[in-house]
């Protein structure tokens, strides 16, 4: 009898499936760009990402801004071992879905933002597609920017951060708030659109005889939500980290950081305003619809109580009894029709005066 092999054995003795081949996937597919700057300026063409760092040191004032979209865990190993990245870094980078937070890992930063993207309702045909959130990251080293961005569209920022080179010679600091500023300046302007699009609302609300879509004000009080919950948070997280890590961001840095929260303020408070207006625009919504429904059952009951003098009358004569007064008279059909006729104008007339009709 042959000798027994443990199951554990037998399992690693079987071949790996070769058509799901395990080949990581190089960090070069994730890659934006890759640059090297010196005293503010860029160095010419695209830099390796394995030599990037190098080249970095070999200067005084250079730093390198790597940018990325969704990239692997494998990738990030990877970059932790050219960078030396936090472990906590990783995992957030990868996990993505976070909350706006500018937070410290030893000599290394990490800020997240939250992306807003607005599409106008009538190029949309899911309502949830209105207003889509992504998430911004960025982890700022002594001599490095890393960006990365998930389901959030970044232009390359580079050349503006070149043009004013008194910021681009602060450092790896000077991409976070370049990038900061660019996504609180589009809040600024998703804000507009909004505005312009919830006093549409109010129009229709409050214009006389005009039908009201409560569901169009349901769809975007529901997208504004989801926008207060990607911006509220990044003002106090902004303020955080200026205030415990003035060792890491220069004075000058920190009254542009400053400049950026204020505007990320000023966003968050316009967005609870259209909360606002939205919650009262569903409540007077709401109201209109009921008092236009019992405009409707009045005139409805109006009607009803116009045509019941007829049949009543109707009613009576059309009784099968052998003696009954006026049915031998000559002129009574033509008198029960205008007894009838005049029943029913004399209710109209103190309908229309009570404004049921």
């Not at 937070?103 to 599409?119: K, P």
């Not at 997280?237 to 205030?243: F, P, S, V």
């Not at 305003?273 to 709401?286: K, M, N, P």
């Not at 006026?326 to 104008?345: H, K, N, Q, S």
Request: glycine share 4%.
């Amino acid at each position: 009898m042959p000798p027994l092999i443990p199951l554990s054995k037998q399992r690693a003795k079987r071949p790996a499936d070769s058509s799901q081949p395990n080949v990581p996937v190089p960090v070069e597919r994730s890659t934006d760009f890759c640059r090297v700057f010196v005293d503010g300026k860029r160095l010419p063409g695209e830099a390796r990402i394995s030599h990037a760092l190098e080249m970095a040191q070999e200067h005084e004032n250079a730093f390198v801004w790597l940018s990325l979209r969704e990239p692997t865990r494998a990738q990030m190993d990877r970059l932790r071992d050219i960078f030396d990245l936090h472990d906590l870094i990783v995992d957030d980078v990868v996990t993505a879905h976070q909350r706006p937070k500018f937070e410290r890992y030893d000599d290394q930063l990490f800020l997240v933002i939250r992306s807003v993207q607005y599409r106008d309702d009538e190029e949309v045909q899911d309502a949830r597609e209105i207003i889509s959130t992504g998430e911004v990251q960025v982890v700022i080293g002594p001599n490095f920017a890393i960006t990365i961005r998930h389901n959030a569209p970044l232009p390359d920022l580079s050349s503006q951060l070149e043009e004013d080179e008194e910021l681009a010679v602060l450092g790896p600091s000077a991409v976070a708030w370049k990038v900061a500023d660019y996504i609180v300046d589009n809040y600024l302007r998703v804000t507009q659109a909004l505005n312009k699009d919830v006093d549409e609302l109010e129009n229709e609300v409050f214009t006389p005889n005009k039908s009201i879509n409560i569901d169009k004000i349901y769809m975007y009080k529901r997208e504004i939500l989801e926008m207060r919950h990607a911006i509220d948070p990044l003002g106090p997280a902004l303020r955080g980290g200026m205030t415990n890590n003035k060792d890491l961001l220069r004075k000058t840095l920190r009254s542009y950081f400053r400049d950026v929260q204020g505007n990320a303020m000023i966003v968050s408070d316009h967005v609870s305003g259209f909360d606002e207006r939205l919650s009262s625009l569903l409540d007077a919504s709401v109201a209109k619809v009921t008092m236009q429904q019992n405009s409707d059952m009045r005139t409805i009951s109006a009607v009803v109580g116009m045509a019941a003098a007829p049949t009543m009358i109707a009613g009576i004569y059309g009784m099968n009894f052998t003696n009954m007064p006026e049915l031998d008279w000559r002129w009574g059909y033509p008198a029960v029709l205008l007894t009838m006729a005049t029943v029913m104008a004399l209710m109209y007339w103190w309908f229309r005066r009570n404004n049921w009709l």
